[in-house]
């Protein structure tokens, strides 16, 4: 453990920020946790985190908070919430670890400039049974004195690896959202490329089996070709709204540098149900 003593918060319990958290506790780091539905926190409680009423109540001067939220807009609001930057104050980290817009990171890392406290993305490319196994990658940003700080949180939260992208915030942030898309066009690649198998009489799980073993073998190919060949969507109705945002993110932020994403143009077409043209 560090030597951090009481100054870790964390905000954001859901399915993923509950293990991360459990993570922390495990690794002796004693944690104030926040979610807006207080009953999440309770398996935590159970473990000897206290819970904090507020966003500002997770924050310690000059300590570390730990943020994991929806998206864009609750990251805000759990900044510019009364107190937070203030009671995090001079000297403070603010570790964000949601997956949002570059331009929002550069927001708010401003925002915490203005009061002498240091904002660091980390994005998680890792479901939770994987955070669990202590096998997240995370790509990380910001100020250096601040991550070499965070860092032996991320070890101890379940990063297997850890990619410096460098100091300017919203970096990795960008490669949070290349990655999501990658991802996504991945599932929905392998499962057209399967239907084409199976209706031609071919057993797609043959082919899954060879090409992840070959030419294709890597962890996502291997888990959506392994769904997809037992005759399960890449994606289930219910497992869309991340998809949806991130591939909506990745837009945005191409429209901002004016990239053109026809790609992300049909995928967002698909993730929305509505047929997509270029």
Do not use: C
Request: glycine letters at 10%; zero cysteines; aromatic letters at 6%.
């Amino acid at each position: 453990m560090s030597d951090m003593g009481d100054s870790i918060g964390f905000i954001g319990l859901g399915q993923l920020g509950l293990p991360l958290a459990a993570n922390l506790l495990q690794a002796g780091y004693p944690l104030r946790v926040y979610n807006r539905t207080s009953s999440k926190a309770e398996p935590l409680l159970e473990q000897g985190a206290q819970r904090a009423t507020q966003p500002a109540d997770a924050a310690r001067a000059g300590g570390v908070v730990i943020t994991l939220v929806w998206d864009d807009a609750a990251l805000e609001s759990v900044v510019t919430s009364a107190g937070f930057l203030e009671r995090l104050g001079h000297g403070g980290v603010h570790l964000s670890m949601s997956t949002v817009l570059p331009a929002t990171a550069e927001k708010l890392a401003a925002l915490h400039a203005q009061h002498g406290s240091t904002y660091v993305e980390a994005p998680i490319f890792g479901r939770p049974e994987a955070a669990v196994a202590h096998q997240l990658w995370i790509p990380v940003s910001g100020p250096d004195h601040a991550k070499e700080r965070v860092r032996p949180l991320l070890q101890a939260m379940g990063a297997q690896g850890i990619f410096d992208f460098g100091e300017a915030v919203g970096v990795a942030a960008l490669v949070k959202l290349i990655g999501n898309f990658l991802i996504t066009s991945a599932g929905y690649s392998m499962s057209e490329a399967l239907q084409v198998a199976e209706k031609a009489g071919v057993d797609p799980k043959a082919v899954v089996d060879m090409l992840t073993s070959t030419l294709f073998a890597a962890p996502i190919y291997q888990s959506y070709g392994r769904r997809i060949a037992e005759g399960n969507p890449p994606f289930s109705p219910n497992g869309l709204a991340i998809p949806r945002k991130d591939v909506g993110l990745l837009r945005q932020t191409a429209e901002a540098v004016q990239s053109p994403t026809p790609i992300a143009h049909l995928l967002s077409g698909f993730l929305s149900g509505e047929a997509a043209t270029v």
